[in-house]
């Protein structure tokens, strides 16, 4: 839309330039016009996702999308993000309310322009928008940050699974060595375990896949062609139509700021000012516990460290489209909510405890971070933000760079996995991790600074941060990459994005090999031995060994785990898949893990009989999927993209909503990801929904975000960036290149 639209709530004009991607360039001569206009920019493209977030973190969806919905409504519900919204709403500082409320009326103004001409999803589902409110902002940040977290998710596998097969067995299977906790954690009864697996089953589905990642570094001057850093982010997430990204550009009176947003907030996540940028990856942190309560009878008391506390009950309300409302009382301990209904557990109660219930000032820090002048400045300005953790990497036009961990940590006393006990003080959290001790790195000798999910440079000084890690494939590549030359510059980062070189499979091949008897194998499973030992890892399209490698990941996998687990809990000890690829690495260094042994057999089978029957499992899977004829073994056949709509359930929606699909290059552990989901098939659900590089040597920032700006169907930026981002294209957000297909919208006031 081009020209020139009154609209009520400004007071001066606000500008709206749209580049030939729809990317929107806001200008204002004030921060109140400036954050209307990327409200209704917002509403404009995203109405339906922005609405679709809200509901779900209030717990009402199951109000357009029916019965389907319940459970997941009350989980939220049971959240309260709304309560913690409007404790977040009051402790802003006045700005960050002035710019929420500007968010909203933007958005506000853009829905009543639209009258009717909704989203189409709206007429489907029968409903309009409600008003956006200041709150509504902060609940979809909370969502974002409930997605970014695992404790809730892993947790209570591993309760499940230490309740099945005894401590000492799982304890063999931890994340890491010793991060299931001490054992008198777990002396409670089969029925509080059993209890603590349906809270994982519950959640099933709440987001579209369980893998998360990202890569971000910064260089130094130092080894870049201008003598100016340049620093590049690509967060993972999952697949979506539409994408979490929205690229934008502001510029005001004292704010000009380029880069992402994610739905629903206002600020640049990932992005860079005049004198600064900043990109983002996930902390990984352990931010939620399960807690073991003791409940007086009425409900109205906790058992605590200190004695009885007061609880807060609550009558919550699920709305169901279609069959009335669903009533439940929930009751809130000093640590979160008890989710025992939930768990449909009557005997046993256990409490939620999550960073995010906790006041944070996201909105503050965002803010202060797009206006700071220095990575000094910008490193204090996110002093105030809690959730979710993200590792971020800075790069200043004075020539520093930077690593920090931002966002709480929660101070315990050593780690685990199974439930706390409420009323012993030990076991507690104890607070927060004081914000200077979080690890840190500035202008480190070897000119650069990285991040990719791993754990952080000093971290372990710390004491327990979380067991929940990416492996150490993607940090390692970067710093393989970046060591090895000087002289870069912005296109030859571009290229290193797309990196499809797997540390982790030759490293896991060479650990899996060694114990393949050869002598046991036809001359096809041995000459194919022989070469993915000589293998680099590319993980290309028409790579042969990169389809043999993943099934084989796979079917070792399955072997190793799923006859003691059973099917059940098998499925959702895989639902965080880097526990399982790091755990089956871990236990091929010796050999000797019981787990090798298929207890479904009266015989004992060792490392050598499972390798080989995973071994030959890949053979009689590839030729079932791919032929007899290893030359069509290619990895793109296998492994295919699709961007997934959440409506897209029948073969119509999908065509109308969905975009896709596409062979993918990539894999798990690529720096160019494409992650895709163990044990169940090999699509490609996560990787880059946004690449961004910035060059400090200029305002110069390039970036990419997938499948494009709009959520609307067959309109031209709902999927026109797809092909930038397959061939590793990018396009300036600034400067802004005038184009044919460049338009001007003008926003003024409704007096005038």
Known sequence: MAGQLRVAGIHSPVEIVRDEFGVPHISANSEYGLFFGLGYVFAQDRLWQLDFFRRLGYGRLAEVLGEKAARYDSLFVVLHLRDVAETVLEELSDEGRQVLQAYADGVNACVEKRGSKLPLEFGLLGYRPAPWKPTDSIVCARVMAWFLSFGWLVDPVYTALVDSLGYARVAEIAPEPGSLGPRSYGGWSGLLYGSAFRLADLQVGLRPRRWVGSNNWAISGSRTNSGKPILANDPHL?????????????????????????????????????????????????????????????????????????????????????????????????????????????????????????????????????????????????????????????????????????????????????????????????????????????????????????????????????????????????????????????????????????????????????????????????????????????????????????????????????????????????????????????????????????????QQEDVHETVLRAWRATFRFLAEELGNNPGGWRWGKLHKLTFRHVLAKNRLARKVFNVGSYEAPGGICTLNNRAFMLGKSYDAVVGPSLRAISDLSSERIAAVVVPGESELPRTPHHADQVALWRTGRLHDLVPLRVSPEQLTLTLVPEDR
């Open 238 to 602: 999952p697949f979506t139509v539409p994408g979490f990204w929205y690229a934008v550009v502001l510029d005001g009176p004292n704010l000009h700021v380029a880069g992402a947003a994610i739905p629903g907030t206002p600020g640049v996540t990932s992005g860079r000012n005049k004198a600064v940028a900043w990109g983002v990856t996930n902390g990984m942190l352990d931010d939620a516990d399960l807690f073991l309560e003791k409940l007086s009878r009425d409900s109205t008391r906790v058992l605590g460290p200190h004695g009885w506390e007061p609880t807060r009950v609550f009558l919550d309300t699920v709305r169901i489209k279609g069959k009335g409302e669903v009533r439940f009382r929930t009751v809130w301990t000093p640590r979160g909510p008890i989710v025992s209904h939930l768990l449909r557990d009557s005997t046993h109660v256990l409490s939620l405890r999550w960073a995010g219930f906790d006041p944070s000032r996201e909105v503050d820090a965002v803010l202060a971070l797009a206006k700071s002048r220095s990575v000094a400045e910008a490193i204090r300005a996110l002093s105030i933000f809690g959730v979710p953790a993200q590792n971020f990497v800075f790069a200043d036009t004075a020539g520093n760079v930077a690593y920090k961990l931002v966002g709480r940590i929660p101070a315990r006393n050593g780690p685990g996995l199974l439930p706390r006990r409420a009323w012993v003080a030990e076991e507690n959290w104890h607070g927060w991790l004081a914000y200077e001790r979080n690890p840190e790195v500035r202008n480190p000798p070897d000119g650069f600074v990285c991040s990719a999910n791993y754990v952080p440079p000093g971290a372990r000084r710390l004491g327990y941060l979380s067991c929940y890690w990416e492996p150490p494939a993607r940090v390692e590549r970067i710093r393989q990459l970046l060591a090895r030359q000087n002289g870069w510059s912005l296109p030859l980062v571009a290229q290193m994005q797309l990196d499809t070189i797997s540390v982790f499979a030759p490293r896991f091949l060479r650990a899996a090999l060694h114990y393949l008897p050869l002598d046991s194998l036809n001359r096809q499973q041995k000459d194919f031995a022989l070469l993915l030992q000589q293998w680099d890892g590319r993980m290309g399209t028409q790579s042969l060994e990169a389809a043999v490698y993943a099934v084989f990941l796979t079917e070792l996998v399955r072997a190793t785990f799923r006859d003691e687990m059973g099917d059940s809990l098998f499925s959702r000890f895989l639902e965080l898949p880097n526990v399982a690829m790091r755990v089956i690495v871990r236990l091929l260094r010796t050999g000797q893990s019981r787990w090798f042994d298929d207890v479904r057999t009266q």
